[in-house]
């Protein structure tokens, strides 16, 4: 059961990589749809006896390295933590190859689709139960070739390439870090077991390297390197341009599972992050800045796709800043609600856009909500939970991360807070911007496209209905468990909060009007958002017009790619060209080279001296001989 | 005295001389002659590869010991003697280079049509010399075979090169045999000071603190260019871009080994002080390597040079695990310099399936490979993520012990080794993105075939052994383990009575 969730997707996507050319199109999707229901079984299954049975378990798999005391195996660690993003992802995972089915019906490689897809559910799966940190960074680095793959599997379209190449290159710089930050803790814990870290840090707090304390900086390492995959602030650029990939990918990979990789290792740091207070005050600052920086972009944006990638990158800060303040469970709570509802808005949108004739521009929609009734509801519950209403899954985690923030009582709390407040207003604005943009209003689309609408096929609505239940009640079903009064039964030890963070406490004992105060900013950026688009469409234009350089700001994303151009990419291409024609060209292969003209010019020198004229040799002796004999004279008397 | 019961390592090395000059002997019409040359070198190959999987198997992994050694006395009275044998440090690269040897000749099997004996010949004289360089334990034996390398690759280059081969080929063997002559002195130098050149014994004779730094530098001189490091790296491009596909290979998968073999076997262990003092230097130079080349990687237009100038990227990595001085270090080292024998040689083998069919290596004639070669463009990616250092692939387990054990010396080195993963990823994801993705534009690649029955040979070991290596290395690991341990302890050893003599 343990392996069987690891690796029925490996097997499907070798059958379907593999062999899909021999047992043809349809037999692979259905066979790596088969395996992934499999692992879906058996990840509920060790959920069951992981979790809610507390009996946590490492399955052993064999050596991986062994030299010198640095000692790695490959295991399969199942405490809470990994049970329930295994539970997860194979669940999530399942729908959306399901619902892929439908969606790839017209593409001309279906079985290669496949493939990848349950490559990255295995990989994924690697990375939440490995049992030390390289078999993490196996997954990690696995996770990351799957969506290379993924979002140029249009590898025809420059646009995809170029997208995919970002994503993997920007993951790498965040990579960089987190393996200076592994190698940092085999040099201090001479492991880089997860047991044997955790048993041992309370011996090392007062480790210093370079005059900084150790775990601190391990902490800020790896945290940075969760920053590359999680898309936070600074190295976030990859994510709106992941959205070139097919929409089922997005969803899976770009919204529910691989982005939380970061906020999943944050938490399975726990015991080591506890000791590092100011790497966690970066972790609540980042995040908090993310969720804030995210939302305003989210609301000018235009492509169906990239609105939902920001509002992802936005959520992910909330993660972030909630295990900032110390509060992993709750991190894990909207880990896990936010996996539900944005993997639903994903798939619902690649419902729109296989209705509007793979049309993502949401100037070009509108009032098509009564052609894909399904399509509408289903958009609905998920923004719903998204925003945070009452009773949806986003509600209970949400309003658990302010709460936490607020019951933090620090300046960086009340500033994730604040930064909370606000993005949560800018969510719901947004996804109700998106809401009647996309369906409601005329239609903006043209005669021929507005022809074409069509509800999609079932086998992608049951995988949109059942992520509509997940979005209701993902959240008042767990609630309990996550961060309510199971919590500590539930975690078991695999979340640890230090003796002094007394924050799973605090965060139920905040004033009346914090919980609160999400909700009503939600439904005030709801208010607005039918005011600006349903009551006066006009006043949108007129506001961008009037502030036009904070509108273009927005639009381009803050400039960050344009930056990022010049100040790494280009000069990055200008050096190579400078080193390659100068420095190895001119100068190293000048010198050698200048070295054969000089000897090749010396011995035709050489060579014309060799005249063969007795009388010129004379001469020479003559010459010779009158030098020799003046130099004797004068110099040795 | 020797694990084998009969003279192993001697065979293993003249064999191939054996088909050489079989081939030598055939007679016939053009065609004949080729098949028969091909023929011949292929088994004659194939046989001391297997012959090589007896050291892997009767090697005794527990002790540092050298092991199937053989001695015949030689000039005694001059302390030269033909001593051969392997340690864990080198037991690997004879089996690298016999089984190079059968997937070059393999991989040369249409591309070379002119001179098909002598070329088979060359390659078979070129593999005595690799293996005799590491089994030999007398330094007068070790530098015959090394520089006896130069010569049969000196003619692969030269003769069945590209364009502009005889610039390539000089430009090699000049540079090589520059560094060499230092060498040689120093050989001498030892030779006088210790009566003998047999390597163990030199190992354990303790060389003047005054006098290391020169033979170190002297010994540098020669390995660096072999590596080879920054900046005496520019013969390594011009010399892959025009040899032939397999002569790529071998260049990249073994040759490129010989210096860091230099390191390990002699400047280590005969010169510790020398070779701790000047560690900073290597670093510096395997740093700026790094960067320097990855960058000028980025900005190649041909697709061999770029695989070349990734190759002293990973060389400098090499150096850097050479120069830690600590287990982990040393065997990331050793294991990179397999990895990368296989994956690069696999690489440049890529390169050559393409150019087999299209006849250039220019990066910009290409575009769109992948949907035409579906099984070629799934190789292709499979060893751009080994080189990119993918884990689970041969070259992280290298790349990660380097930077562990390089952190512990010095953390902004192991920085500048980690620097690698992400300008790594650059271009070797740009290379991937204009060859084999993208929008075909030039009609003629769309009848390109795929690969054939042939090239399935040729590809499937190289697959096979960078997966093994990469989810399962301890086998291989445990090889050196022993001996690098030793190494690691006598280094620190001869340090440490430096030091109270200091005191």
Not at chain 1, 392 to 414: P, Q, R, T
Not at chain 1, 548 to 565: G, H, I, Q, T, V
Request: include cysteine; proline fraction near 4%; glycine fraction near 8%.
């Amino acid at each position: 059961m343990f392996v069987g969730a690891v690796f029925f997707p490996l097997l499907g996507a070798t059958i379907s990589g593999f062999f899909g050319r021999w047992i043809g199109s349809r037999a692979a999707q259905w066979s790596s749809v088969g395996c992934m229901v499999l692992a879906a079984v058996c990840g509920a299954l060790a959920f069951a006896e992981v979790a809610m049975d507390s009996r946590p378990a490492t399955v052993g798999l064999g050596t991986w390295i062994d030299v010198g005391g640095f000692e790695l195996a490959w295991a399969l660690r199942y405490d809470t933590l990994a049970a329930v993003m295994v539970a997860m992802v194979t669940l999530i995972s399942t729908l959306i190859h399901l619902y892929s089915v439908g969606y790839m019906s017209h593409d001309a490689t279906p079985p290669r689709f496949f493939a990848y897809l349950s490559l990255f559910t295995f990989m994924m799966l690697m990375l939440v139960t490995a049992d030390n940190l390289a078999q993490l960074f196996f997954g990690w680095e696995g996770v990351g070739l799957a969506s290379y793959l993924l979002i140029g599997y249009w590898y025809d379209r420059d646009s995809a390439n170029a997208a995919a190449m970002k994503a993997f290159i920007v993951n790498r710089v965040g990579d960089f870090f987190f393996m200076l930050g592994v190698a940092l803790v085999f040099l201090t814990f001479d492991s880089i077991d997860f047991s044997e870290i955790f048993a041992a840090v309370p011996q090392h707090t007062g480790d210093t390297f370079l005059g900084l304390n150790s775990i601190e900086l391990i902490g800020v390492l790896l945290f940075l390197g969760a920053c590359g995959k999680s898309a936070q602030l600074g190295l976030h650029t990859w994510l709106p341009d992941a959205m070139e990939g097919p929409t089922p990918v997005s969803a899976l990979i770009h919204a529910a599972t691989m982005v939380t990789a970061g906020v999943f290792l944050v938490c399975r740091m726990s015991p080591l992050m506890e000791f590092a207070p100011n790497a966690l005050t970066l972790v609540t600052f980042v995040g908090a800045s993310t969720a804030l920086f995210a939302a305003t972009i989210g609301c000018v944006q235009n492509d169906i796709k990239r609105i939902i990638a920001y509002s992802t990158c936005s959520q992910l800060g909330y993660m972030f800043f909630a295990a900032g303040v110390g509060a992993y469970q709750v991190a894990m709570f909207h880990l896990f609600t936010h996996a539900f509802f944005k993997a639903l808005l994903f798939l619902g949108a690649g419902s729109v856009i296989h209705a509007m004739s793979d049309e993502q521009d949401i100037r070009r929609m509108g009032g098509i909500w009564s052609k894909i009734p399904v399509t509408y509801a289903v958009m609905w519950i998920g923004s719903l939970a998204l925003a945070g209403i009452p009773f949806f899954a986003g509600y209970y985690s949400k309003d658990a991360i302010l709460e936490a923030a607020f019951a933090a009582h620090s300046l960086v709390g009340g500033y994730a807070f604040i930064c909370g407040i606000l993005a949560a207003f800018l969510t719901a604005f947004y996804s109700w911007r998106l809401l009647i943009l996309t369906f409601h209003g005329e239609p903006r689309a043209d005669e021929h496209t507005m022809g074409h609408i069509h509800e999609s096929p079932v086998v992608m609505l049951a995988p949109l209905l059942l992520l509509a239940v997940g979005a209701v009640l993902a959240g008042y079903l767990f609630y309990d468990f996550f961060v309510g009064e199971h919590e500590h039964a539930f975690w078991a030890g695999s979340i640890v909060n230090a003796a002094h963070n007394h924050i799973m406490h605090d965060m139920h004992e905040v004033p009346a009007w914090v919980p609160l105060a999400p909700t009503v900013v939600a439904v005030l950026g709801i208010a607005l958002a039918y005011f600006l688009y349903m009551v006066a469409p006009g006043l949108p234009a007129r506001l961008a017009a009037a502030v036009p350089a904070l509108y273009r700001f927005l639009l381009n994303k803050w400039y960050f790619d344009e930056l990022y151009d010049r100040i790494f990419v280009g000069p990055a291409r200008r050096l190579a060209a400078v080193f390659w024609k100068i420095g190895d060209v001119r100068i190293i292969d000048g010198m050698p080279n200048g070295a054969a003209s000089l000897a090749a010019g010396a011995s035709r020198g050489a060579v014309r001296i060799q005249t063969g004229r007795v009388a010129n040799y004379a001469f020479a002796m003559i010459i010779g001989l009158v030098f020799f004999v003046s130099l004797f004279m004068l110099g040795l008397r | 005295m020797n694990a084998a019961g009969f003279p192993l390592l001697s065979l293993l090395t003249f064999l191939p001389l054996v088909g050489a000059a079989i081939i030598m002997f055939v007679r016939g019409d053009d065609a004949v002659v080729a098949r028969n040359a091909r023929w011949t070198a292929l088994w004659t190959s194939l046989v001391t590869f297997v012959l090589s999987l007896i050291l892997w198997a009767r090697f005794d992994r527990g002790t540092a010991e050298f092991q199937f050694v053989e001695r015949v006395s030689w000039l005694p009275e001059f302390g030269v003697g033909y001593h051969m044998g392997v340690d864990g440090v080198s037991v690997l690269f004879v089996l690298l280079s016999t089984a190079l040897t059968p997937i070059c000749i393999l991989a040369s099997w249409e591309a070379i049509t002119t001179r098909v004996r002598e070329y088979m010949v060359a390659f078979l004289v070129l593999e005595t010399m690799m293996v005799g360089m590491f089994a030999a334990l007398d330094m007068l034996v070790f530098y015959v075979f090394f520089e006896g390398v130069l010569i049969p690759m000196f003619l692969i280059i030269g003769v069945w090169g590209g364009a502009r081969r005889v610039y390539a080929a000089y430009k090699f063997f000049l540079y090589t045999l520059l560094g060499s002559v230092l060498m040689l002195l120093a050989i001498l130098y030892l030779w006088r000071e210790a009566g003998t050149t047999d390597i163990p014994t030199l190992h354990r004779h303790a060389v003047p603190v005054a006098a290391q730094a020169w033979i170190f530098f002297a010994f540098l001189a020669s390995f660096a260019v072999k590596v080879p490091m920054w900046p005496v790296h520019t013969w390594l491009p011009d010399a892959h871009v025009e040899a032939p596909t397999a002569g790529s290979v071998i260049l990249a998968g073994v040759l490129l080994k010989m210096g860091a073999y230099g390191f390990i076997r002699f400047s280590l262990p005969i010169l510790p002080e020398a070779s701790a003092q000047f560690a900073p230097l290597i670093f510096v130079l395997s740093v700026v390597a790094v960067a320097y080349t990855s960058l000028v990687a980025l900005a190649q237009e041909d697709m061999k040079k770029l695989i070349a100038y990734s190759s002293v990227a990973h060389m400098g990595i090499v150096t850097i695990g050479i120069f830690t001085f600590n287990q982990q270090g040393l065997s990331g080292a050793l294991f990179t310099m397999l990895a990368h024998g296989v994956v690069s040689g696999a690489l440049f083998l890529c390169v050559g399936v393409l150019y087999d069919r299209v006849h250039s290596r220019e990066i910009a004639r290409y575009g769109g490979v992948a949907g035409i070669m579906p099984s070629y463009g799934l190789v292709f990616l499979f060893f751009t993520m080994a080189s990119v250092g993918l884990p689970g692939l041969a070259n992280f387990v290298g790349e990660f012990l380097v930077i562990v054990g390089a952190w512990k010396v010095n953390p902004w080195v192991a920085a500048g080794a980690a620097l690698s993963m992400i300008l790594g990823a650059c271009y070797m994801l740009l290379l991937y993105r204009r060859v084999a993705f993208g929008r075909v534009t030039r009609e003629d690649l769309r009848g390109l075939l795929d690969l054939s029955p042939r090239e399935y040979a040729v590809f499937l070991p190289l697959v096979l052994a960078t997966l093994w290596m990469g989810v399962y290395p301890q086998p291989v690991l445990a090889v050196f383990e022993a001996s690098v341990a030793a190494l690691v302890q006598r280094h620190e050893a001869a340090l440490n009575a430096a030091r109270l003599a200091g005191l």
